[in-house]
């Protein structure tokens, strides 16, 4: 800056070569609620374009904490999950922001405007692309008996390890209401007495001695879960213990499913897009506003 210019700020014009230790001017009556409240400091352009959250972010861009945060919560680090174990993670408080694209890069505008009505040409295509990608989408009989052994195996599990108790396995979401595929993965609903077993962590750790692979316990979700792959049936698979809404959800879309059968080809499809899109997953959702705003 040259000598001789001034700072536009809430105060009145302030020459950059005015003595610092001077007292400061006077304010103006009508200070704008966009500038910095100290005269010497200038507005910052911030850029909210998928970051990643703070502090610990990588190549040392890191944001200070001020005294009213560390007074109120917390470090990340600091803390502590109740009934965390080793599969534990911290799932349930990541922020993850996958951009919207179908590729490495966003995708672009419309490159055409939305048309009103299709031909009968169109039409034609259309219905036939649609029942070919629906055909594609069926789950193949071989992958329907590896769902129904995994639910067996679960089952004999935990009863041979808390006999005397009501557990029962139950499928929900996609293997339960018909809108799966082939490489769609298991959600499983356990519905005991045991009220133990809703510390998931207990689960986790079973799990794992009886050689399921990834395992992933996330105890501080609002619905604790429990992630694991099966090496021997080649199956992913969530499971959550007594949530009688997601069973409940599952009946309601089956009897959609069952009352017409354009339902089923439709939401297959519709599910297919919206996966494609990214669209499916509340946590997978792009943010590009501020104060973490999600889609």
Same mark, same amino acid.
């Given at each position: 800056?040259?000598?001789?210019?001034?700072?536009?700020?809430?105060w009145?014009?302030?020459?950059?070569?005015?003595?610092?230790s001077?007292p400061l001017?006077?304010?103006?009556?009508?200070?704008?609620?966009s500038?910095?409240?100290?005269?010497?400091?200038?507005p910052?352009?911030?850029?909210?374009?998928?970051?990643?959250p703070?502090?610990?972010?990588?190549?040392?861009?890191?944001?200070?904490?001020?005294?009213?945060?560390?007074?109120?919560?917390?470090?990340?680090?600091?803390r502590?999950?109740a009934?965390?174990?080793?599969?534990?993670?911290?799932?349930?408080?990541?922020?993850?922001?996958?951009?919207?694209?179908?590729g490495p890069d966003?995708?672009?505008?419309e490159?055409?405007p939305?048309?009103?009505?299709?031909t009968?040409i169109?039409?034609?295509k259309?219905?036939?692309d +649609?029942?070919e990608? *629906?055909?594609?989408?069926q =789950?193949?009989?071989?992958?329907?008996?590896?769902?129904? !052994?995994?639910?067996? %195996?679960?089952?004999?599990?935990?009863?041979?390890?808390?006999?005397?108790?009501l557990?029962?396995?139950?499928?929900?979401?996609?293997?339960?209401n018909k809108?799966?595929t082939?490489?769609?993965d298991?959600?499983i609903?356990?519905?005991?007495d045991?009220?133990?077993l809703e510390?998931?962590c207990?689960?986790?750790?079973?799990?794992?001695s009886?050689?399921?692979?990834?395992?992933?316990?996330?105890?501080?979700?609002?619905?604790?879960?429990?992630?694991?792959?099966?090496?021997?049936?080649?199956?992913?698979?969530?499971?959550?213990?007594?949530?009688?809404?997601?069973l409940?959800?599952?009946? +309601?879309i089956?009897? *959609?499913?069952?009352?017409? =059968?354009?339902?089923?080809?439709l939401?297959?499809?519709? !599910?297919?897009?919206? %996966?494609?899109?990214?669209?499916?997953?509340?946590g997978?959702?792009?943010?590009?506003?501020?104060?973490?705003?999600?889609?």
């Open positions: 800056m040259t000598s001789g210019t001034s700072v536009e700020t809430g009145s014009h302030i020459p950059d070569t005015a003595d610092v001077a001017p006077t304010m103006t009556s009508h200070q704008s609620s500038l910095p409240s100290t005269p010497y400091q200038r910052r352009t911030l850029s909210y374009e998928t970051r990643p703070s502090p610990g972010r990588v190549g040392g861009h890191t944001s200070p904490r001020s005294s009213h945060s560390d007074s109120n919560q917390s470090l990340p680090a600091l502590k999950t009934g965390a174990c080793k599969y534990e993670t911290g799932m349930a408080q990541a922020r993850r922001r996958v951009p919207y694209s179908m966003k995708l672009g505008p490159r055409s939305l048309k009103e009505s299709l009968d169109e039409d034609e259309l219905s036939g +649609m029942r990608l *629906y055909d594609r989408l =789950p193949s009989p071989e992958s329907e008996v590896r769902r129904k !052994k995994l639910v067996e %195996k679960l089952d004999k599990i935990l009863n041979e390890r808390w006999p005397g108790h557990i029962k396995v139950n499928v929900f979401g996609s293997t339960g809108l799966g082939t490489d769609s298991v959600d609903c356990i519905t005991t045991l009220k133990d510390r998931v207990c689960l986790a750790e079973l799990l794992a009886h050689g399921m692979e990834r395992v992933v316990c996330v105890s501080s979700a609002k619905v604790p879960i429990v992630k694991i792959w099966d090496p021997e049936l080649r199956l992913a698979c969530d499971m959550n213990v007594n949530n009688p809404i997601a409940e959800n599952t009946e +309601m089956r009897t *959609y499913v069952g009352i017409d =059968p354009r339902v089923r080809p939401a297959m499809i519709i !599910k297919y897009w919206a %996966k494609r899109r990214i669209l499916n997953e509340p997978m959702c792009n943010s590009t506003l501020p104060n973490d705003s999600r889609c």
